[in-house]
């Protein structure tokens, strides 16, 4: 076909409507599109050029001019093809998609104590316990009183309590739970029996940091209220769970033990084999545990002549820690990937 500058104009701005009409969807149709348009030897705009110098003298630079830009246009509609992963190996960009990705430096892996905490709450969800929370600061009556501890028990001052207000004499003080104990308060306090539930969490207390105690660590708390509960469904609950985490052929010991919120009390020890040590190992505190006390039910509103309960609360660092072979508590705090990388 003959051109003229004007035939030209139009020829270009059809290509240029199809060009933007098209979608590249395939690897084949982007081959396809290359040659059509771009291609060395049967490409319509290489063809296109070669009408320059068949043009009047004073056209050719306008017509040069016009289909330099259809070559970009076709041009960039290629290169955005194969940007979108059209075309895995591209001649016409410097891309290489099919380069791998850098590999990443490092995987993240849970924390151990977020390990043992799995496993406990995954232990006691199939015995049919939900799971609760509560906050960790928290007011002088959930974190005592309900508790049944009295004001200046001295019981009170087993748990060096990290206080965020003082407050009065009025027990509005405001503080950073020393147990998960408080969580028993606020689900009796918002729900009817029957209960059966953990509550996992942290927990605070003014302690001096060594290698074997710290400011704030993890216990798992349980209760159960119901119509009938005794002390041999808490035993054997218990023993259950011991037996699920430790090991069918842990050796237990329950022996009495005293928390004013639970009468009788208990704790439950497991033996743990040291072969460097002089006895061949020993006695670790597990949990303690008992029935939940009249007073406390009173306090929560429940009848303790109807219902009856019990309660447990097990620390999760020191299980942790045997079980991962960690000899300080300070380094699950202080976050060192070398650390925790190997879990
Ligand atoms: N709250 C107690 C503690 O922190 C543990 C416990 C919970 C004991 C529930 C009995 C019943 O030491």
Redesign the pocket.
């Known amino acids: 076909m003959e051109h003229t500058l004007h035939t030209l104009k139009s020829t270009v701005s059809d290509l240029t409507q199809e060009i933007s009409a098209t979608s590249l969807l395939a690897t084949s149709e982007v081959e396809e599109f290359r040659i059509r348009f771009l291609g060395q030897k049967r490409g319509v705009i290489t063809h296109l050029f070669k009408v320059i110098p068949t043009l009047p003298k004073e056209d050719r630079r306008e017509a040069g001019q016009l289909l330099n830009s259809l070559r970009s246009v076709a041009q960039s509609k290629l290169d955005s093809a194969n940007l979108a992963g059209n075309q895995l190996t591209d001649h016409s960009s410097q891309i290489d998609l099919t380069l791998p990705g850098r590999q990443n430096q490092w995987r993240g892996s849970l924390h151990p104590i977020t390990l043992a905490l799995t496993k406990i709450t995954n232990i006691f969800y199939r015995m049919g316990f939900t799971i609760a929370e509560g906050p960790e600061i928290e007011d002088d009556w959930h974190n005592f009183t309900a508790l049944n501890f009295p004001d200046d028990h001295p019981a009170r001052d087993?748990?060096d309590t990290l206080f965020i207000d003082e407050g009065n004499p009025d027990q509005s003080r405001i503080m950073m739970r020393?147990?998960?104990?408080p969580v028993?308060i606020r689900m009796m306090v918002a729900g009817d029996p029957p209960f059966r539930l953990i509550a996992p969490g942290r927990?605070y207390r003014n302690e001096t940091i060594t290698y074997k105690s710290y400011c704030l660590f993890h216990?798992v708390?349980?209760l159960v209220i119901d119509e009938g509960v005794t002390m041999a469904d808490l035993k054997t609950t218990i023993y259950s769970f011991a037996h699920a985490f430790f090991g069918k052929n842990v050796k237990l010991r329950y022996r009495p033990s005293f928390?004013p919120?639970?009468e009788p009390?208990a704790e439950l020890d497991i033996w743990w084999e040291l072969p460097d040590h002089p006895d061949g190992g020993r006695w670790m505190e597990v949990?303690?545990?008992?029935m939940v006390h009249p007073n406390v039910l009173k306090a929560v509103g429940i009848d303790p002549e109807r219902y009856t309960g019990y309660?447990?609360?097990?620390g999760v660092e020191r299980p942790a820690m045997l079980h991962y072979d960690i000899k300080d508590i300070r380094t699950l705090y202080e976050n060192d990937i070398r650390f925790l990388s190997q879990f």
Do not use: I, R
Request: aromatic share 14%; no cysteine.
């Open positions: 087993m748990q020393t147990h998960t104990s028993q927990v216990q708390e349980g928390f919120f639970t009390s949990l303690g545990s008992g309660a447990f609360g097990m």
